[in-house]
């Protein structure tokens, strides 16, 4: 096996991409002298041909290349980062910069690589966007499975008659979770095959740094690419108000935040440098201003989700061989989920979901849980889970159902929240819009 290189790279380079007519985009880069190539095939989906032969294809076919190229930069973490042969304006510069430097601070953090000096080096670009041509009204929305994305779906139905789903997939092999819950759906699917270059695939085999990367930046751009190819003026994603909170940990310069790609920062920063590349198609979260709270509580009235939607990661892996069937029961995601659900459902409800296996019922995964609220010295995980301060609140509505009296993991974590003297938010506050939004004054609510 390959050692894990010692040193950064220095030269890390956007190559060039092409589109096809029938939805294949080839992105080229290099990391010094390693090549890499990643195709995506978004294609047609049912009897609807969309065409991506426009110029506003190409412009968000370009916007996808940029973004994408940030699995291969953490290949060697460049000291300086090639802009395109057509240049960048300087709002793209500065948006590309940020993407990686905040985008990548959890691999930052974890491999012990800072990236702060990051240089991005390109010819200048002015602005030219191109006029996609879309219905009025027509939603795409990014769907992964689980409780935000159906939550917004069934929202955005109520409010468009034009709604699809985009699902993105890094395997042959489709994703039960997605699939049994877009079928509960109803709506007509967009599709992507995402092809990785392999070498990144197996970069312990090639001394490669690996980590995280901002995975939901690169899949927003893909989504902006569908809706253009199929007419749709809007994509409506599932990032909630806690998406925007970072942890203490402080890396590149920056404070770590696990979810950056869903984060009112990358939301506006992506929503500008669309302006300048594409007309008449926006971006915007439905669920900005809202909390996990918010959300737990509309999707414990969509019933006919309890036993299809997933929200563990074991569900995803790549490999379809290593998938679980079920929630695992015990790592931060299902904790969280279960903990934001309580208030709202009975223990029997959430033991039908979880399969039996409900973390709360389940006192060995105390310091999980005490990690979602804000255990002294102990770090907020680096998961897609909301703010310390609602899951505090969680744990005492919960802790005051009549069907909570006997649990012993909830009378716990209520004294384990009434020991920390940390400030808990009111529910009625927890339920209702707060901070800023790109959502449409016509899709308020």
């Known amino acids: 096996m390959t050692e894990r290189r010692e040193s950064r790279g220095e030269v890390f380079s956007y190559d060039g991409f092409e589109l096809t007519a029938d939805g294949e985009l080839t992105c080229r880069y290099h ?65 590309l910069r940020d993407f990686y ?90 599709r992507v095959r995402r092809h990785l270059d392999p070498k990144v695939l197996r970069s312990a085999e090639h001394g490669y740094l690996n980590g995280h990367v901002p995975v939901t930046g690169v899949l927003s751009a893909a989504a902006v690419l569908a809706a253009v190819a199929y007419g749709h003026d809007r994509v409506v994603m599932s990032n909630e108000h806690s998406a925007s909170e970072p942890t203490d940990l402080r890396a590149n310069g920056v404070r770590v935040n696990h979810q950056w790609s869903k984060s009112l920062e990358f939301e506006q920063g992506l929503r500008q440098v669309l302006a300048e590349s594409v007309g008449g198609v926006d971006f915007y979260s439905a669920l900005r201003p809202y909390s996990e709270l918010w959300v737990s509580r509309r999707l414990a009235a969509l019933t006919e989700y309890h036993l299809a939607f997933r929200s563990c990661n074991r569900a995803f892996f790549v490999d379809a061989g290593s998938r679980l069937a079920t929630w695992c029961g015990h790592c931060d995601k299902c904790c969280f989920i279960d903990l934001i659900l309580a208030p709202y459902l009975a223990p029997e409800q959430l033991a039908a979901i979880f399969r039996g ?82 959502i449409p004054a016509a899709a308020s609510r």
Do not use: W
């Not at 691999?107 to 002015?126: K, Q, W, Y």
């Not at 609140?393 to 009434?418: F, G, I, K």
């Open 101 to 190: 430097v905040s985008g990548l601070a959890e691999f930052s953090h974890r491999t012990g690589v800072d990236i702060g000096d990051l240089r991005i080096e390109s010819a200048s670009r002015e602005p030219h966007p191109a006029q996609a041509s879309v219905r009025s009204g027509s939603a795409l929305v990014p769907f992964g499975g689980g409780i935000d994305s159906v939550v917004v779906v069934e929202q955005t139905k109520g409010e468009l008659s034009d709604v699809a789903l985009f699902v993105a997939n890094t395997s042959d092999v489709p994703f039960a979770p997605i699939e049994d819950t877009a079928r509960i759906t109803g709506l007509p699917v967009r």
């Open 357 to 438: 296996n409900e973390p709360l019922a389940n006192l060995e995964l105390l310091d999980v849980f005490r990690s979602l609220l804000g255990q002294p010295g102990m770090a907020k995980p680096l998961e897609c889970v909301g703010d310390e301060g609602e899951c505090r609140a969680a744990v005492l509505l919960a802790a005051a159902r009549p069907d909570r009296a006997d649990d012993a993991v909830l009378a716990a974590l209520r004294d384990h929240v009434e020991r920390l003297g940390k400030p808990v938010p009111d529910e009625s506050a927890l339920l209702h819009a707060q901070g800023p939004h790109f």
């Open 31 to 95: 990391a010094d002298d390693e090549a890499f190539v990643e195709r995506f095939e978004l294609g047609s989906a049912g009897d609807e041909a969309p065409d991506f032969t426009s110029p506003a294809a190409h412009a968000a076919a370009r916007l996808l290349f940029l973004l994408a190229g940030i699995s291969y930069y953490k290949t060697s973490a460049a000291r300086v980062v090639r802009g395109p042969a057509d240049g960048l304006t300087v709002r793209e510069q500065e948006f």
